[in-house]
């Protein structure tokens, strides 16, 4: 069974610049969710997806926003990039949401915003 | 409060030997799961183990067990005969709640283990 998959594995981007990065989950698993880490914030919960609705938002600006697809595919968007945006985003699947299952995470899309 | 607490910035394990990951928690939800992963140098985060709030054994997958101790809010993270490429990242985390929306996990600061040959 394939694993998270995220695309691009790397971005460079310049501040003012909007980017969108792509998740195609596990196969059977309905929930995504996004994560951002960075040295100084660590790992912080960005919002979940389920079955094609937001279900959850982390403490995040309005820059930041996502959408997930009928066949579970999930995209994240960041608009009018800052330097502060610079990160490794992590994707997370799991079969449902909120419940005991276990998320697995992709290899991540590390953005640089110059 | 942090949710997710780990002391140990850095670790060090002879190759073979067992070592132990701390990791404390707080939450008043008493439905609550508690996972631990792997991130080696490359990035992606690798799921090891999983302890639900109710279940009354210790979780073990393979070289890794969690000791939880749910009246001190620990879920310590042991792995036995340590190899060379348990080296990496490890982050303790916790969902709090089972109900739809829930899969926000909080994570601890992480602890990096380096094996010595």
């Known amino acids: 069974k394939a694993g998270v998959t995220q695309t691009p594995r790397y971005l460079i981007k310049t501040r003012g610049q909007q980017v969108t990065l792509s998740c195609s989950p596990i196969?059977?698993?309905?929930?995504v969710s996004w994560y951002q880490q960075t040295p100084g914030q660590g790992l912080q919960f960005l919002f979940e997806?389920?079955?094609?609705?937001?279900?959850n938002k982390g403490n995040f600006p309005g820059r930041f926003s996502g959408r997930q697809f009928s066949n579970s595919r999930s995209e994240m968007n960041v608009s009018t990039l800052e330097l502060g945006d610079s990160a490794l985003y992590l994707c997370?699947?799991?079969?449902?949401?909120?419940?005991?299952?276990?998320?697995?995470f992709g290899n991540g899309t590390r953005l640089t915003v110059t | 409060a942090q949710k997710i607490t780990q002391t140990q910035p850095g670790m060090f394990v002879q190759e073979k030997e067992a070592v132990t990951l701390d990791c404390t928690y707080d939450?008043?939800?008493?439905?609550?799961?508690l996972f631990w992963y792997k991130q080696p140098s490359s990035g992606e985060m690798i799921f090891l183990i999983y302890?639900?709030?109710?279940?009354?054994q210790n979780a073990t997958e393979g070289r890794y067990s969690l000791n939880f101790q749910k009246a001190r809010k620990s879920a310590n993270l042991v792995i036995s005969a340590s190899q060379l490429g348990d080296s990496a990242m490890y982050f303790c985390?916790?969902?709090?709640?089972?109900?739809?929306?829930?899969?926000?996990?909080?994570f601890g600061t992480g602890t990096r283990l380096t094996v010595i040959p």
């Open positions: 985390a916790m969902r709090e709640g089972i109900y739809p929306g829930a899969n926000n996990l909080f």
């Open positions: 997370a699947s799991s079969l449902e949401s909120g419940a005991v299952s276990p998320l697995h």
């Open positions: 997806y389920f079955s094609e609705t937001q279900r």
């Open positions: 939450t008043s939800d008493p439905s609550y799961g």
């Open positions: 196969s059977g698993h309905r929930s």
């Open positions: 302890q639900g709030s109710y279940d009354q």
